[in-house]
């Protein structure tokens, strides 16, 4: 409410909201202007994690608490601005989850999309209904919502892994549902690598047949580093990149062409050594991680120094400038997808 009232109007205007509000009724009056904002107004703040900070605290948590015990030994990579949330952005989650040789995190299932970005370490697996997933460095693995999962090292050494899921947009939702299955693991149902042999190649089982086993909104769930790493490297070859956002991929599902998941888009960049993107502002708040190279990213005028396996959070609308002092790859997830189905998303290139 911008226009002066008189003080007498003002007195029983006070009086009136007092009047109403044990019946639960307030005027929208005096609070519009903060529920229908001119711009986005993201309390996130950006924020860069080191990955040798991060990956020290996480062992000496593997030390105390096993990964069964824990269910899911997990360190929460909370926004500052977004303090108590357990959210990096307002609707969407990240942590680093470790898994020592020999351990199995236990099979559940659960509303949320989630997709694993593995960090570091080999050999370790994820099985999603049954069918595992070889996880090595930079693959992208994801357990879409309600489908079983679990994870297990085999391996000789740590294996550390991003987190990424919509727990926020879910719970804002108030449509959280999850279940545990009796057994630590799911009984495997196929040899790894089934989904991709069926769904990976631009190609699908005839629907209908017993071969189409895989859900269809969501048959494809591992994209290894190896495959997409030579797509973005095989792109660089030819012709300049794009002035705001580099050489850049996006991950798709191969049942509809869309973005990997529901709520989540998935993507990686390649910015050649000595590029300064140009000013990027975008609604979705989006989550990196420093694959290879190093640089900076300049959000709104504040500088993040950018190592391997390093994670930062551009949130909604924040001015993103990315300079790479070497060829720098980088991993990126966001809301996109689920903001262009509801109309909400757009950008702003300087």
Not at 222 to 248: C, K, M, Q, T, V
Not at 273 to 293: K, L
């Amino acid at each position: 409410m911008s226009a002066t009232l008189s003080n007498d109007a003002a007195a029983q205007l006070r009086a009136l909201y007092a009047e109403m509000q044990p019946r639960s009724l307030y005027p929208l009056w005096e609070v519009l202007g903060a529920l229908v904002t001119p711009q986005p107004r993201s309390p996130a703040r950006p924020h860069r994690w080191r990955y040798a900070e991060a990956r020290e605290y996480l062992l000496r948590a593997g030390d105390l608490i096993s990964a069964e015990q824990a269910e899911r030994r997990v360190l929460v990579m909370e926004n500052p601005g977004l303090p108590g949330s357990s959210s990096i952005t307002s609707s969407l989650y990240a942590g680093l989850q470790l898994i020592l040789p020999g351990e199995i995190a236990p099979c559940h299932r659960h509303a949320q999309c989630a997709l694993r970005f593995v960090m570091e370490g080999d050999g370790a697996f994820t099985a999603v209904d049954g069918e595992k997933a070889l996880m090595r460095p930079f693959d992208l693995v994801l357990t879409p919502g309600w489908q079983w999962h679990d994870h297990g090292n085999t391996s000789s050494q740590p294996m550390i892994w991003l987190d990424g899921l919509d727990l926020p947009t879910v719970l804002n939702f108030d449509a959280s549902f999850a279940e545990h299955l009796p057994a630590s693991a799911h009984p495997e149902t196929v040899p790894p690598g089934d989904s991709a042999l069926r769904y990976g190649r631009n190609m699908r089982p005839m629907r209908g047949t017993a071969t189409d086993r895989r859900s269809a909104s969501q048959p494809l769930f591992h994209y290894p580093y190896a495959e997409w790493r030579e797509s973005l490297r095989r792109i660089a070859r030819d012709g300049d990149p794009d002035p705001h956002l580099g050489y850049a991929l996006e991950f798709t599902n191969p049942a509809d062409g869309g973005a990997v998941m529901p709520t989540i888009s998935a993507h990686v960049r390649l910015l050649p050594g000595g590029f300064s993107s140009r000013p990027r502002a975008s609604t979705d708040g989006t989550i990196f991680v420093v694959v290879e190279g190093s640089g900076s990213a300049r959000v709104d005028g504040e500088d993040l120094e950018l190592q391997p396996r390093d994670t930062f959070v551009v949130p909604s609308w924040r001015e993103l400038v990315l300079r790479a002092d070497s060829e720098l790859v980088l991993f990126g997830y966001s809301d996109r997808t689920a903001q262009e189905k509801l109309g909400l998303f757009r950008e702003r290139r300087g």
